[in-house]
C-alpha cells in the first residue's frame, strides 16, 4: 500500500526559499494553514519541491474532481491548446463554450430547458446568480443563511456569512440581505432538536420574519448551500429544503442553490440538492467542474434567465481550456467517479463513525459522499469547541504527510477527489487516528 514520503524537516531547504519570497511579493491575506509548496501532483499524490509525497485529501479544496492531472483531462487541455485559447465567448461563438453549457443543461434537474452563464469562480458564479434574482423579480431583498460561504467579491461577500474577518473594513456591502440560522442541527440556533423540533427553523422564516421585517413579496431569492462546506460540512435534514423551496414558491422568491462545492458528483449525486428531491431556480457551479481550471457556471430555466444583451458577462468567463476541461471531467464523473464518491464515501464515514466511538473529541461524523466532515469537541456533553485541536490535528497530519484542511470553526473536512480508492481511505484513515491519539487522545 502506497503511503506519504517524508525526508526533509518540513518545510524542506527549497520549500522554505519559495515561501520566503512568497512572503516578500504575494498577498498576505492568503490563509496557509501549513508550509506546503507543491511541485508536482498526480492523482490524490502530492510531491513537495524537496520530493517529499503527500496524500492529498483536500483536492485543492474540493477542486480537483478527477485527481491531480488526470490524463483525459489534460489530453483535452492540451488537444484544446493546440486549437483556440481564447476568444470571449461574450463577443463571439466557439465550439467548447457551446457544447459544455448543452451539457450542463441537459443534466439540469427539472423538465425545462436552462440556459448557462459561464465566469471564471465559485464568486463569479454566485454573483452572477445573485444579479440574475435582482434582474429577474424586479425586487431588492434576499435571504441568505448563518455559516454560509459564498465567495469574497462585493455581492457574494454581502451574502457570506461565515467569517468576520472576510468582512472586516469592507462595509457598507449590498444591502437588502438577511441572514438566517441553517439546518445545523448538531448546534441548533434555537436549541431544538431534530426531528422534534419539526423544523421550526424553517417554520419561523413564515411566521416570524416574513410577518415582522421582511416582505416576502420584496424578496428576490434565498441563497443557499444544500449542504453547507466551509460553515462546517453541515447536512440539513432530508426535508429541509423541500420545505424552504415550498415557502420561496408560496411568494414567488427564487431558490438559489450554490453548489459550488457540494455539487459535480462530490456527494455522489451530480448536484447535491438531487438528495433532498428539490429543483432549484438557479444554480451555481465552480470548484470540481473543471478539475483545477478556473471556471464558473450559473444556470437556470430559460424562463428565469431571462436578461437582455449586455446585462452581465465576463471576457475570461467560458474560456475554451477550462470548457475542455469541464467536458473531460463530467465524461469520467458519469462513466465512474459519481459512483466511486458514493462507494468510498462511505468507508471513509464508517471508519470515522468507528473512530468516533473509541474518541470523545469526535462530536459529529457527518456529510454524503466525498463531503466529509469531523466536528471537533472537548466534551460530548457540553460539546466545547476544540479548534486549537484542530489546529494541531491538521498540523501533525501535514507533518505525517496527510493533506486535511479545517472548516466551520472546529470541524476537519475530507474531500478527496473523486478518483480516491479504498487502500487511500484507509491510509488517510489511520494516519488521521494517530494524529486525533497524539493530540486529543
Ligand atoms: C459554496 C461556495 N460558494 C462559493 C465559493 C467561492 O468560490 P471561489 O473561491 O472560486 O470564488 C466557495 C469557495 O469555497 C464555496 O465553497
Same mark, same amino acid.
Given at each position: 500500500?502506497?503511503?506519504?514520503?517524508?525526508?526533509?524537516?518540513?518545510?524542506?531547504?527549497?520549500?522554505?526559499?519559495?515561501?520566503?519570497?512568497?512572503?516578500?511579493?504575494?498577498?498576505?491575506?492568503?490563509?496557509?494553514?501549513?508550509?506546503?509548496?507543491?511541485?508536482?501532483?498526480?492523482?490524490?499524490?502530492?510531491?513537495?519541491?524537496?520530493?517529499?509525497?503527500?496524500?492529498?485529501?483536500?483536492?485543492?479544496?474540493?477542486?480537483?474532481?478527477?485527481?491531480?492531472?488526470?490524463?483525459?483531462?489534460?489530453?483535452?487541455?492540451?488537444?484544446?491548446?493546440?486549437?483556440?485559447?481564447?476568444?470571449?465567448?461574450?463577443?463571439?461563438?466557439?465550439?467548447?463554450?457551446?457544447?459544455?453549457?448543452?451539457?450542463?443543461?441537459?443534466?439540469?434537474?427539472?423538465?425545462?430547458?436552462?440556459?448557462?452563464?459561464?465566469?471564471?469562480?465559485?464568486?463569479?458564479?454566485?454573483?452572477?446568480?445573485?444579479?440574475?434574482?435582482?434582474?429577474?423579480?424586479?425586487?431588492?431583498?434576499?435571504?441568505?443563511?448563518?455559516?454560509?460561504?459564498?465567495?469574497?467579491?462585493?455581492?457574494?461577500?454581502?451574502?457570506?456569512?461565515?467569517?468576520?474577518?472576510?468582512?472586516?473594513?469592507?462595509?457598507?456591502?449590498?444591502?437588502?440581505?438577511?441572514?438566517?440560522?441553517?439546518?445545523?442541527?448538531?448546534?441548533?440556533?434555537?436549541?431544538?432538536?431534530?426531528?422534534?423540533?419539526?423544523?421550526?427553523?424553517?417554520?419561523?422564516?413564515?411566521?416570524?420574519?416574513?410577518?415582522?421585517?421582511?416582505?416576502?413579496?420584496?424578496?428576490?431569492?434565498?441563497?443557499?448551500?444544500?449542504?453547507?462546506?466551509?460553515?462546517?460540512?453541515?447536512?440539513?435534514?432530508?426535508?429541509?429544503?423541500?420545505?424552504?423551496?415550498?415557502?420561496?414558491?408560496?411568494?414567488?422568491?427564487?431558490?438559489?442553490?450554490?453548489?459550488?462545492?457540494?455539487?459535480?458528483?462530490?456527494?455522489?449525486?451530480?448536484?447535491?440538492?438531487?438528495?433532498?428531491?428539490?429543483?432549484?431556480?438557479?444554480?451555481? %457551479?465552480?470548484? &470540481?467542474?473543471? *478539475?483545477?481550471?478556473?471556471?464558473? $457556471?450559473?444556470?437556470?430555466? /430559460?424562463?428565469?434567465? =431571462?436578461?437582455?444583451?449586455?446585462?452581465?458577462?465576463?471576457?475570461?468567463?467560458?474560456?475554451?481550456?477550462?470548457?475542455?476541461?469541464?467536458?473531460?471531467?463530467?465524461?469520467?464523473?458519469?462513466?465512474?467517479?459519481?459512483?466511486?464518491?458514493?462507494?468510498?464515501?462511505?468507508?471513509?464515514?464508517?471508519?470515522?463513525?468507528?473512530?468516533?466511538?473509541?474518541?470523545?473529541?469526535?462530536?459529529?461524523?457527518?456529510?454524503?459522499?466525498?463531503?466529509?466532515?469531523?466536528?471537533?469537541?472537548?466534551?460530548?456533553?457540553?460539546?466545547?469547541?476544540?479548534?486549537?485541536?484542530?489546529?494541531?490535528?491538521?498540523?501533525?497530519?501535514?507533518?505525517?504527510?496527510?493533506?486535511? %484542511?479545517?472548516? &466551520?470553526?472546529? *470541524?476537519?473536512?475530507?474531500?478527496? $477527489?473523486?478518483?480516491?480508492? /479504498?487502500?487511500?481511505? =484507509?491510509?488517510?484513515?489511520?494516519?488521521?487516528?494517530?494524529?486525533?491519539?497524539?493530540?486529543?487522545?
Amino acid at each position: 500500500m502506497r503511503r506519504p514520503q517524508i525526508h526533509t524537516p518540513l518545510p524542506g531547504p527549497r520549500a522554505q526559499e519559495l515561501i520566503r519570497l512568497d512572503t516578500a511579493y504575494v498577498s498576505p491575506s492568503y490563509t496557509r494553514v501549513y508550509p506546503l509548496v507543491v511541485d508536482r501532483a498526480a492523482g490524490l499524490w502530492v510531491q513537495d519541491l524537496d520530493g517529499n509525497l503527500f496524500l492529498d485529501f483536500t483536492a485543492g479544496i474540493a477542486v480537483n474532481a478527477t485527481g491531480h492531472c488526470h490524463p483525459k483531462v489534460v489530453d483535452a487541455i492540451k488537444a484544446q491548446s493546440d486549437q483556440l485559447l481564447h476568444m470571449s465567448g461574450t463577443d463571439f461563438y466557439y465550439t467548447a463554450q457551446i457544447r459544455l453549457a448543452q451539457k450542463l443543461a441537459s443534466l439540469a434537474p427539472g423538465e425545462e430547458t436552462h440556459r448557462v452563464y459561464f465566469g471564471n469562480s465559485g464568486a463569479e458564479a454566485v454573483e452572477a446568480a445573485f444579479k440574475l434574482a435582482r434582474w429577474h423579480t424586479k425586487r431588492e431583498l434576499n435571504i441568505a443563511f448563518f455559516g454560509a460561504f459564498h465567495g469574497r467579491t462585493m455581492g457574494a461577500l454581502s451574502l457570506t456569512a461565515s467569517k468576520t474577518i472576510q468582512k472586516r473594513n469592507y462595509n457598507p456591502l449590498v444591502p437588502g440581505i438577511t441572514h438566517i440560522p441553517y439546518a445545523y442541527c448538531y448546534r441548533c440556533a434555537y436549541n431544538l432538536t431534530y426531528p422534534e423540533c419539526h423544523l421550526f427553523c424553517v417554520r419561523w422564516v413564515e411566521d416570524t420574519l416574513f410577518r415582522t421585517t421582511v416582505p416576502p413579496e420584496e424578496v428576490a431569492a434565498i441563497f443557499v448551500e444544500p449542504i453547507q462546506g466551509e460553515g462546517g460540512y453541515v447536512v440539513p435534514p432530508p426535508e429541509f429544503h423541500r420545505e424552504f423551496g415550498a415557502i420561496a414558491r408560496k411568494y414567488g422568491i427564487l431558490y438559489v442553490a450554490d453548489e459550488v462545492q457540494c455539487g459535480m458528483g462530490r456527494t455522489g449525486k451530480m448536484f447535491a440538492m438531487e438528495h433532498f428531491g428539490v429543483m432549484p431556480d438557479i444554480i451555481a %457551479l465552480a470548484k &470540481g467542474i473543471a *478539475s483545477g481550471l478556473p471556471l464558473g $457556471a450559473m444556470m437556470a430555466p /430559460a424562463r428565469i434567465m =431571462d436578461w437582455e444583451a449586455g446585462s452581465h458577462a465576463s471576457t475570461f468567463g467560458g474560456n475554451p481550456l477550462a470548457c475542455q476541461a469541464a467536458l473531460a471531467t463530467i465524461d469520467l464523473l458519469e462513466e465512474t467517479l459519481m459512483d466511486n464518491a458514493s462507494l468510498q464515501g462511505e468507508r471513509l464515514m464508517a471508519g470515522l463513525r468507528q473512530m468516533q466511538s473509541r474518541f470523545e473529541c469526535m462530536g459529529d461524523v457527518r456529510g454524503k459522499g466525498l463531503m466529509v466532515g469531523v466536528e471537533l469537541v472537548k466534551d460530548r456533553e457540553r460539546k466545547t469547541p476544540a479548534a486549537d485541536w484542530r489546529a494541531r490535528i491538521i498540523q501533525r497530519a501535514f507533518e505525517k504527510g496527510l493533506l486535511i %484542511l479545517g472548516c &466551520g470553526q472546529n *470541524s476537519i473536512r475530507f474531500c478527496p $477527489a473523486l478518483t480516491v480508492s /479504498a487502500d487511500e481511505i =484507509d491510509v488517510c484513515l489511520s494516519i488521521f487516528e494517530e494524529c486525533i491519539q497524539e493530540v486529543a487522545g
